[in-house]
T-cell receptor
């Protein structure tokens, strides 16, 4: 079983729409959670960390559900520039904090 | 801002060559990582290091080695390049302990083995 699973999509949505991605993780000891954005042929860039209480950054809202072991990303009022692949990342922690696990990514295309 | 710099954006090498990919970070991070990314497979960890001269195998270390002689620099070596090592290679770094601290990635190296 994969450590982190995401729906690969693709999600094709019109401008202005609200879209949500979910990601599940298998290790209940997971400690830190992140969403990254990756544009075509570019490196992943940190979009936001996910905190237990949920957090918001402009049009983006991240939620964590430890009981059900999933995290979510909500994008409101989608822009064309939001078109990218969104990666869910989980950190197991440990002594060195170097156990990161990546989902395979969810592809989003925002259509004019 | 954290800066992770990879030595080349694009690289073309021949089968059997020894290939060096270099990565330097400027934030004094203890942890450094090498991944490869292929369509449909996501990021796969090749090797990581949590200290100078320390290295640990990731999920797909075969055909690769690494070197970490200085804290800021982590090198990936393809001992004898093969066509199935054509891929996007990504270097990342993160602080030791890492609670709540994300990884930061370099721009990536697109490596083609002919």
């Amino acid at each position: 079983r994969k450590e982190v699973e995401q729906d690969p999509g693709p999600f094709n949505v019109p401008e202005g729409a609200t879209v949500a991605f979910n990601c599940t993780y298998s290790n209940s000891a997971s400690q830190s959670f992140f969403w990254y954005r990756q544009d075509c042929r570019k490196e992943p860039k940190l979009l936001m960390s996910v905190y237990s209480s949920g957090n918001e950054d402009g049009r983006f809202t991240a939620q964590l559900n430890r009981a059900s072991q999933y995290i979510s990303l909500l994008i409101r009022d989608s822009k064309l520039s939001d078109s990218a692949t969104y990666l869910c990342v989980v950190n197991i922690g440990g002594n060195t904090g170097n156990q990161f696990y990546f989902g395979t990514g969810t592809s989003l295309t925002v259509i004019p | 801002d954290v800066k992770v710099t990879q030595s080349s954006r694009y690289l073309v090498k021949r089968t059997g060559e020894k290939v060096f990919l270099e990565c330097v970070q400027d934030m004094d991070h203890e942890n450094m990582f090498w991944y490869r990314q292929d369509p449909g497979l996501g990021l796969r960890l090749i090797y990581f290091s949590y200290d100078v001269k320390m290295k640990e195998k990731g999920d797909i270390p075969e055909g690769y080695s690494v070197s970490r002689e200085k804290k800021e620099r982590f090198s990936l070596i393809l001992e004898s390049a093969s066509t199935n090592q054509t891929s996007m290679y990504l270097c990342a770094s993160s602080p030791f302990g890492g609670m709540g601290q994300p990884q930061h990635f370099g721009d990536g190296t697109r490596l083609s083995i002919l």
